[in-house]
């Protein structure tokens, strides 16, 4: 299993040279699985400007979660409106906030506000295929990777050569989407910085469990 | 006999039937035991199979129930609830709750990291989590056979996935009996779980169980396996009644069979037995009419052949008894049917009378006019003895051209008259093709049992009556008693006395020959003496006649010439100057080898050959002169003196005596006897001294009684005496003795009387 290396930074004390230029590379993601580039994989650097809570919404409608997955900053307020003509119950286990929305229909009493950061998945109680996620940052994302995997960046550098910055990687396919992958990578920086996540096959769609049985009859 | 007969025939008919029927049966019934076995083992692993994979299909299906049950469990909100609420007792109590429901033995929740969130029941100490999950997180679920404190345990683990939760829920389940039961109760087969080190063998077959072992997990120490079995005992049961039912039948058609071979050897047994016994009457003589057979085919065929064979043996045995009792030529009873006759008339007991004829010449007849036509004569010589018989009398050809007949008993005369009227009618003049044709025969007459009392007697009797009456030419001559004991007397001196020479039983006396000149013990006569242990002493006359008919003369001869030689070495060896006188038989004249004989026995002889005299009888020198003459001229020339024996009995012509080799004369005892008292004897004696010394012989006189006869033959000149009056025959032994008395009456002897003129 894939695991990020976890340098503990602390950005605050980390010492920023403003005299060097940041330096620009192109990042190349790549399934370590399959070798193909990861589309759409959210990407946050250290380096990155903050983020300031936003409200938002997420809707059900089509019995989907919509959007798919929300970058939000941290305190942001965040409402579930149902557009379904079914109730829903819209609740997630994420240690970054726990939150139970039982049964409703059209909006909720109140948003709910998302005071840690993490990822956080949401899901139905009802619908088990509906799932989203938010992914609550202090940073505004770098960018999403392109079709190729690839993400143009722009990392600090120093004088004398010695930077290193972390940067944190995600998309929803990931193995371990509960969080964010780490990296951290020093200067000379490489061109093109190739990191690798790993990413679980896309679901061929339909129910787990009939796949199970499914395999159990081919016995 | 017949027993062992019946026995052997129906035996080896039923054992072969029962032996044949118990092969085939017993192949049969074992080639059917064998496929039932192996069917029986064909059908068990078949089964056995079947229960492997209705165990596998069971086994499937029940882990796919658990997994959808807890499917249901991971999905449920208030479990997840408890889960995410990171309250580890609330977890705790939901997760038991939830094993509860799904009759889990143990459960546990993990997070990622294989952190324990809850966990209901105890966990076994070794707890292959980190394979489950791995396997887990490749197909989604992972399910796996353990064991757990000897006890079968499924391991499955499933994710509990929610959002925001990301777990593995691991639950074991026992493999009780309750899943064995439903296993056996699909299958037919007796299903268990076991644990422990596993075998290699995926199929064992022992006396009690068809064994299949299906391995769980992978093999080791501490294994689980699903045992399939059947159990054999029923099965087995049904193979042995099955069995016992083959022998059953086996054994009823062995009896059967063994009935059905009875009744078949009964059936071919009796006929068969009844010809036996047909056959057997047939070979007593007797004539039993055929068993009546009612099969047909070859019993038919030997019942047809025996009879033929009786027929064919009845007329051959008549033939055969006609032939061995009747002459073919005569068609008269044979010699043998005439002595059986014979017989019956001793054993009955009744007197009767016999008449004998033999056709004198009869061989001449065949040589001369053929055997056709001595065959003519015998037949009208039957016929007319036949005509001439009175009834109730029998006639048999017994012989070449000899007739015998039984007649009633008569008197001598009317016997005599009989025969002289048979013979008349034989020697009548006879027509035999146109030729007149006329006989001579011999008859002879007996009178039983006067005259003999057996068959042999009568044989014998017959033919010595026939001899006599030949030798004498009597045209009838009736047995004479006592005649016939001679014979045998005769035929008993023949034959004991070949024993009698080599036994050395004969003995040999010596009788002195004196020098009349000077009365001086000159020479010994050899004399053969036999004293027979039955018939007492034999005088030599008489034995050695016989031992000339018989042919043993040259043996005799040849065994006195060697006994006096031994005797004379011994008597020289004692210093006895005597010389030896042998008498040579006729027939000893005639053989050539004779003065070899004499050579050898004489071959170490000490004295002058002169001094052994040979004497020869006159007739012996006249019957075959010249033989006699080639002879004497051998013996001659050997040297020995050679004497003319017993001269003046025979009719020798002087002629014949002057041609002679011999030296010496003996002058016949009759004529010296009484040579005292008879004027005549002493003419001839005198004047034969006188012939002999003309032709230049010596004379020796024999049978000298007195001292007169002595003294006249000395005075005539005789060169040689012998007789009792000078010695008796004395042993060998005693021949020294005897030349003493003898030289004591030297004086006596040469004494001369002077006569006065």
Redesign the interface.
């Known amino acids: 299993m894939y695991r990020p290396i976890i340098t503990l930074i602390i950005a605050l004390t980390s010492p920023i040279c403003l005299g060097a230029e940041p330096t620009g590379l192109t990042l190349v993601l790549t399934d370590s699985t399959t070798g193909q580039p990861v589309v759409n994989a959210v990407v946050i650097l250290d380096s990155g400007t903050e983020n300031q809570p936003t409200e938002a919404e997420i809707i059900q409608k089509n019995r989907e979660f919509q959007p798919h997955t929300l970058v939000i900053a941290r305190n942001s307020k965040v409402d579930f409106p149902n557009r379904d003509n079914t109730q829903h119950h819209v609740y997630s286990f994420s240690p970054a906030k726990v939150f139970d929305l039982e049964l409703y229909a059209g909006r909720p009493e109140e948003p709910i506000t998302f005071d840690q950061t993490g990822v956080v998945e949401i899901g139905c109680n009802i619908h088990d295929n509906m799932q989203g996620f938010l992914l609550v940052t202090d940073v505004t994302p770098a960018g999403y990777t392109d079709d190729q995997g690839l993400l143009d960046l722009h990392l600090p550098a120093s004088a004398d050569g010695s930077a290193e910055s972390g940067l944190r990687v995600w998309h929803p396919r990931m193995t371990d989407n509960t969080r964010m992958a780490r990296f951290t990578v020093n200067q000379p920086y490489p061109e093109p910085l190739e990191l690798a996540v790993e990413l679980s096959p896309e679901p061929a769609g339909g129910d787990r469990l009939d796949g199970l049985q499914k395999r159990f009859r081919e016995l | 006999m017949a027993v062992a007969h019946r026995i052997g025939f129906r035996g080896r008919l039923v054992t072969v039937m029962v032996a044949l029927v118990a092969v085939v049966s017993l192949s049969i019934g074992g080639l059917l035991m064998l496929y039932l076995f192996e069917d029986e083992k064909v059908r068990a692993k078949e089964q056995l199979r079947l229960g492997e994979r209705v165990a596998?299909?069971v086994l499937?299906?029940r882990?796919?129930l658990i997994?959808?049950r807890l499917?249901v469990v991971v999905?449920d909100?208030g479990f997840?609830?408890a889960?995410?609420s990171g309250d580890r007792p609330t977890a705790d109590s939901a997760l038991a709750n939830q094993a509860r429901r799904v009759g889990a033995r143990f459960a546990v929740l993990l997070d990622?990291d294989s952190t324990t969130l809850a966990e209901s029941g105890t966990l076994p100490d070794q707890f292959p989590s980190g394979q489950l999950l791995a396997e887990a997180r490749q197909s989604?679920?992972a399910s796996r056979m353990a064991v757990f404190e000897d006890e079968g345990v499924e391991l499955i683990a499933i994710p509990v996935e929610?959002?925001?939760?990301?777990a593995w829920l691991i639950a074991g389940f026992s493999l009780g009996t309750e899943l064995s039961d439903v296993i056996s109760r699909l299958s037919g087969t007796e299903a268990q779980f076991r644990t422990g080190a596993g075998s290699e063998a995926s199929f064992l077959e022992s006396t009690q169980y068809f064994t299949r072992i299906v391995n769980l997990t992978e093999n080791g120490p501490s294994a689980l396996h699903l045992l399939l079995q059947i159990n054999r005992e029923a099965s087995l049961a049904n193979y042995y009644r099955r069995a016992v039912e083959i022998l059953l039948l086996v054994s009823t058609v062995l009896v059967l069979a063994a009935l059905i071979a009875l009744m078949i050897a009964r059936n071919m047994g009796r006929p068969v037995l009844q010809l036996a016994d047909y056959a057997r009457a047939i070979g007593d003589g007797r004539t039993p009419s055929p068993p009546p057979i009612r099969a047909g085919g070859e019993l038919a065929q030997l019942r047809q052949a025996l009879g033929d064979m009786l027929s064919k043996l009845r007329d051959r045995e008549d033939q055969i008894r006609h032939a061995a009792s009747h002459d073919e030529i005569t068609g008269l009873p044979n010699r043998n049917a005439f002595l059986s006759q014979l017989r019956e008339q001793f054993s009955s007991g009744r007197p009767c009378s016999l008449l004998g004829l033999r056709i004198n010449d009869l061989s001449d007849v065949n040589d001369t006019l053929g055997l056709e036509f001595g065959d003519k004569v015998l037949r009208a010589v039957s016929a007319r003895l036949a005509d001439q018989l009175p009834d109730m009398s029998t006639l048999a050809r017994t012989g070449g051209g000899e007739f015998l007949m039984m007649t009633p008993e008569q008197s001598e005369e009317e016997l005599e008259a009989q025969a002289n009227g048979l013979r008349l009618a034989v020697e009548s003049p006879l027509m035999i093709e146109t030729t007149p044709f006329s006989l001579r025969c011999t008859m002879v007459t007996l009178q039983l049992p006067a005259d003999a009392m057996n068959t042999d007697q009568v044989r014998r009797r017959l033919n010595l009556t026939f001899e006599q009456a030949q030798k004498n030419r009597q045209a009838v001559t009736h047995y004479q008693p006592g005649h016939d004991e001679t014979h045998l007397r005769e035929l008993q001196i023949i034959s004991d006395l070949h024993a009698a020479i080599t036994g050395n039983s004969l003995h040999m006396n010596y009788q002195p020959k004196l020098e009349m000149a000077c009365a001086s013990f000159h020479q010994a006569e050899a004399l053969v003496r036999w004293i027979h242990p039955e018939l007492g002493f034999i005088s030599p006359e008489e034995f050695i006649l016989l031992a000339e008919k018989s042919g043993q003369i040259n043996e005799l001869t040849r065994h006195i010439l060697h006994r006096v030689a031994e005797d004379a070495s011994e008597w020289h060896a004692a210093g006895l100057d005597v010389g030896v006188a042998i008498n040579l038989s006729t027939l000893d004249l005639t053989r050539p080898d004779l003065p070899i004989d004499v050579a050898e026995a004489f071959s170490r002889w000490q004295l002058p050959m002169s001094r052994i005299t040979l004497e020869v009888t006159e007739s012996a020198l006249m019957d075959d002169p010249e033989a006699a003459l080639a002879t004497l001229r051998r013996l001659r020339q050997l040297g020995v003196t050679l004497s003319v024996d017993d001269f003046g009995t025979g009719y020798s012509s002087l002629s014949q005596l002057r041609k002679l080799p011999v030296q010496e004369l003996k002058i016949d005892k009759s004529f010296v006897l009484h040579l005292d008292t008879e004027p005549q004897d002493q003419l001839i004696v005198q004047s034969t001294i006188d012939m002999a010394h003309g032709l230049g012989l010596r004379v020796v006189a024999e049978g000298i009684e007195n001292l007169e006869s002595w003294n006249l033959l000395r005075d005539w000149g005789c060169e040689l005496g012998q007789g009792f009056f000078l010695s008796r025959p004395v042993a060998a032994t005693d021949l020294q003795a005897t030349e003493q008395l003898l030289s004591n009456r030297q004086q006596e002897l040469t004494y001369t009387e002077v006569t006065l003129p």
């Open positions: 596998d299909e499937d299906r882990t796919s997994l959808s499917d999905r909100f997840r609830s889960v995410a990622n989604g679920y929610a959002p925001g939760l990301r």
